[in-house]
């Protein structure tokens, strides 16, 4: 895996925290509740040869502050301003579960700088609400530390005894039980759930929960090429959720994937990048200004 590290850039909207790796046409993805830049690092190692790809925290997470951006049409902005610190005009953008929002408002209220939108199992804010269990731990200030906290530990045991990390296989669908026979398949999902583990906690997630049951604002129709990839035994974040999405942008095309549940990046990293391949322009980014 190529070597990532993660820098905070500052933006006439505030400081966001980004990693980058490749070069060429920008991909700008977003990650999840929980989650920071991280989360895509392999789908991002897998597109960097041809691509220049940001990966970005969202507000509340990681280094990126909760006042950069607390609404999807702020944290839009947030991304519209570190395209223009990092002097690119346009990209295409990939928002994954709780990053569905705002990657759909920044397609929608700056089409100028977004070519393409790509939808990974996303959360569509008024659709879905927090279940009671998320509820209560983001009500809480310092309950997720603690869960994330105790995770670590939990994870720290186990490497101790020579154990392997946690897949979690007791929330995957058989189909996707059948894909971790593939060791590739496997240490991606064993990343993904630690990165998730890992940024359990904050002000990120509070902010994300409390947004999750909110009727999103009257923006514009999102009008750029649009793919929305869901599972359809997906318990997390129904279908549904991704229905509403496509059906909100003309033209778009709705991916289901049969017998997949939420972890879209990991189960089907190789359609979602060939998905974002075919909207990713072959000419080379042109700076802004």
């Known amino acids: 895996m190529a070597a990532l590290t993660a820098r905070v850039v500052r933006t006439a909207r505030g400081p966001v925290q980004v990693a980058s790796i490749g ?15 991280r989360q895509a690092r392999l789908l991002a190692t897998d597109l960097a040869q041809d691509y220049r790809v940001l990966l970005v925290t969202r507000p509340g997470y990681g280094r990126t502050p909760l006042r950069s ?3 999807p049409d702020a944290q839009a902005a947030l991304y519209a301003a570190l395209l223009d610190a990092l002097g690119l005009s346009t990209v295409v953008v990939l928002g994954i579960s709780g990053g569905g929002p705002s990657a759909f408002a920044f397609a929608a209220l700056h089409p100028s700088r977004c070519t393409g939108l790509v939808l990974a199992c996303p959360v569509r804010s008024g659709v879905i609400t927090a279940p009671d269990a998320l509820r209560r731990a ?17 994870d720290a045991m186990r490497r101790a005894r020579g154990l392997p990390p946690p897949s979690d296989r007791a929330g995957l669908t058989d189909a996707e039980r059948e894909l971790l026979n593939d060791p590739l398949v496997r240490e991606a999902a064993e990343v993904f759930m630690q990165e998730r583990a890992r940024t359990l906690r904050g002000r990120g997630l509070r ?11 009257p923006w514009p129709a999102a009008t750029v090429p649009t793919v929305v990839l869901h599972g359809d035994l997906d318990a997390v974040v129904p279908l549904e959720n991704g229905e509403a999405h496509a059906a909100a942008v003309p033209g778009a095309r709705l991916v289901v994937l049969p017998g997949l549940g939420h972890a879209v990046p990991v189960f089907a990293r190789a359609q979602l990048a060939d998905e974002l391949r075919a909207l990713l322009p072959d000419a080379p980014q042109v700076s802004a200004g």
């Open 138 to 154: 983001a009500s809480v200030p310092g309950l997720c530390s603690a869960l994330a906290s105790g995770s670590r530990l939990a």
């Open 207 to 217: 902010n994300d929960t409390r947004r999750l049951g909110e009727t999103p604002p």
């Open 69 to 71: 951006g607390r609404t």
């Open 23 to 37: 070069s060429g046409p920008a991909l700008l993805v977003l990650h999840g509740m929980p989650g920071d830049w």
